[in-house]
């Protein structure tokens, strides 16, 4: 079983960076693919960004390209979320996720198989 620990969010003004954390248990780190989802009130779990089992490739949503990356550290068994250049859309609890490598598409939140707790990040105008 998975385990999965976020941290890092918080409140922010708009311009300004955080940077997220996902701390991953329980399982071979290395076998998974990893994500990062956002979910304001009322609204369905967005993807935000994907990343392959050994950091070969990512992908983004439209939304987020060219302000936030993804990273991945297998030696710490952990995941992460730079985000810059944040605006207040970007505000949401934002829940890391983890499924088995490869994926067939690693925007399909269907894909992951375990998430974190989610961290709120908060951004003002």
């Known amino acids: 079983q998975v385990q999965l620990v976020e941290s890092g969010g918080g409140l922010m003004q708009a311009g300004g960076s955080l940077r997220l954390s996902c701390a991953a248990s329980?399982?071979?780190?290395?076998?998974?693919?990893m994500g990062w989802f956002r979910q304001t009130y009322g609204k369905e779990r967005e993807f935000v960004a994907a990343?392959?089992?050994?950091?070969?490739?990512?992908y983004y949503a439209d939304s987020v390209k060219g302000r936030f990356t993804i990273s991945r550290d297998n030696a710490k068994n952990t995941v992460y979320l730079q985000m810059n250049s944040l605006k207040p859309e970007d505000t949401a609890v934002y829940y890391c996720?983890?499924?088995?490598?490869?994926?067939?598409?690693?925007?399909?939140?269907?894909?992951?198989?375990?998430w974190g707790q989610g961290t709120q990040v908060t951004v003002s105008s």
């Open positions: 996720a983890a499924g088995p490598s490869p994926m067939y598409y690693y925007r399909r939140r269907g894909e992951y198989s375990h």
């Open positions: 329980g399982h071979t780190f290395t076998n998974l693919a």
């Open positions: 990343i392959t089992w050994n950091g070969g490739s990512t």
